[in-house]
């Protein structure tokens, strides 16, 4: 069993909807990140979580310590949307981090 | 204040030959990591360092594959005498502590 488990794999969606992608974990962790990585392109960090919850426009991102799980939420979709979405826990001060499969979410017009 | 530089952006190497990939951090951030993306597969830690010091390396082949991260300059990995089984997308992150990574756009190794 992977130590970060995400869900769904792969996620398609009508502009407008609201998205939720799901990630678990089975370690211990100092933090949780959410990235976003397009298609042949970079990554970009859209949160690093410890506890609670964070907006940042139209996206959400919370955490629940206790459950050992985290959920990123995308209101109003959009198809510039569309990318892989990658759930990663931090361990300790090495940011020794394990990385989901990540969501492959596509957002269609 | 320029994001993470990776360099090459594409590089094609043949069996045997050695590939460097070079990071350079963002201004003030003293910690880098290199992770790896396999064709369809998630990222995986490579290693981790500071400034001339390697801290973990735990993620990193035991041979072929070295790092460094010297006082001056970017940091580099490096592979000795490639395989095919090297391809793929390499990624350096830096933070200026350990906390919030920021992401280079990656260097995506062929190996023919």
């Known amino acids: 069993k992977n130590e970060v488990e995400q869900s769904p794999q792969n996620l398609t969606a009508q502009e407008g909807e609201f998205i939720t992608i799901n990630c678990s974990y089975s370690?211990?962790?100092?933090?949780l990140h959410w990235l976003q990585q397009h298609p042949g392109g970079g990554i970009v960090s859209l949160f690093m979580?410890?506890?609670g919850k964070k907006k940042h426009g139209r996206l959400i991102a919370t955490i629940n310590i206790q459950e050992k799980h985290s959920s990123l939420h995308i209101t109003a979709s959009h198809p510039r949307d569309s990318a892989v979405y990658i759930c990663?826990?931090?361990?300790?001060?090495?940011?020794?981090?394990?990385f989901g499969a990540g969501t492959r979410l596509t957002v269609k017009p | 204040n320029a994001g993470v530089m990776q360099n090459p952006r594409h590089l094609v190497r043949r069996r045997g030959q050695e590939a460097r990939l070079r990071c350079s951090p963002m201004?003030?951030?003293?910690?880098v990591y290199w992770y790896r993306q396999l064709p369809e597969e998630g990222l995986k830690f490579m290693v981790y360092?500071?400034?001339?010091?390697?801290?973990?390396e735990s993620g990193m082949p035991k041979e072929r594959f070295s790092a460094e991260f010297p006082k001056e300059g970017p940091s580099i990995l490096r592979i000795q005498q490639v395989v095919r089984g090297d391809s793929a997308a390499y990624f350096c992150?830096?933070?200026?502590?350990?906390?919030?990574?920021?992401f280079g756009e990656g260097s995506r190794l062929t190996v023919l």
């Open positions: 370690v211990g962790i100092s933090a």
């Open positions: 990663a826990v931090g361990r300790g001060d090495n940011n020794d981090m394990r």
């Open positions: 360092l500071q400034k001339e010091n390697i801290i973990d």
């Open positions: 979580l410890s506890s």
């Open positions: 992150a830096s933070s200026p502590s350990a906390g919030e990574l920021f």
């Open positions: 201004k003030g951030h003293s910690h």
